[in-house]
């Protein structure tokens, strides 16, 4: 039975923190669920899930 895992939400006010913090998890095995995008309070925002074994 596979394990479902929690999506991980990755929130930064500077879009450079943000870029480096999604590069730290898909070293970890993380995937990409919903891409880097801004909101109007300035908060950079994605959205990432650890992917299945």
Do not use: S
Request: proline letters at 6%; charged letters at 35%.
């Amino acid at each position: 039975m596979a394990r479902e895992f929690r999506p991980v939400v990755v929130r930064r006010r500077n879009k450079v923190e943000a870029e480096e913090a999604i590069k730290d998890l898909e070293k970890r095995g993380f995937k990409l669920l919903h891409p880097l995008t801004m909101f109007p309070n300035g908060c950079w925002f994605a959205k990432m899930q650890k992917a299945a074994v």
